[in-house]
Nanobody, 115 residues
Framework: QVQLVESGGGLVQPGGSLRLSCTAS?????????MGWYRQAPGKERDLVAS???????NYGDSTKGRFTISRDYAKNTVYLQMNSLKPEDTAVYYC????????WGQGTQVTVSS
């Protein structure tokens, strides 16, 4: 059974940075076609933040391009999301996602950007 565990969320001031981690257990991350990050703010839909195909090709949401970077470490079986120049509108619960023949989600980690 696949488990995705996110960590690294918290409270940060506008303009600050955070790095989220998503560690997979039960499967290696290179067994998934795509891994990525989504976020959901209160009252809004869950939207794509960033994703990475097994080939290494990346895709970013329009609001995060140039500020966020997705990366992976096979040795640690972990996917990361480096978030820079954070804005209050980045406040949301961030979810790790892994897709192959099925879709897997983590439990989410809260990111709050506020002064």
């Amino acid at each position: 059974q696949v488990q995705l565990v996110e960590s690294g969320g918290g409270l940060v001031q506008p303009g600050g940075s955070l790095r989220l981690s998503c560690t997979a257990s039960g499967r290696t991350i290179f067994s998934f076609n795509t891994m990525g990050w989504y976020r959901q703010a209160p009252g809004k839909e869950r939207d794509l933040v960033a994703s990475m195909h097994i080939s290494g090709r990346t895709n970013y949401g329009d609001s995060t391009k140039g500020r966020f970077t997705i990366s992976r470490d096979y040795a640690k079986n972990t996917v990361y999301l480096q978030m820079n120049s954070l804005k209050p509108e980045d406040t949301a619960v961030y979810y790790c996602n892994a897709e192959s023949t099925s879709v897997n989600w983590g439990q989410g980690t809260q990111v709050t950007v506020s002064s």
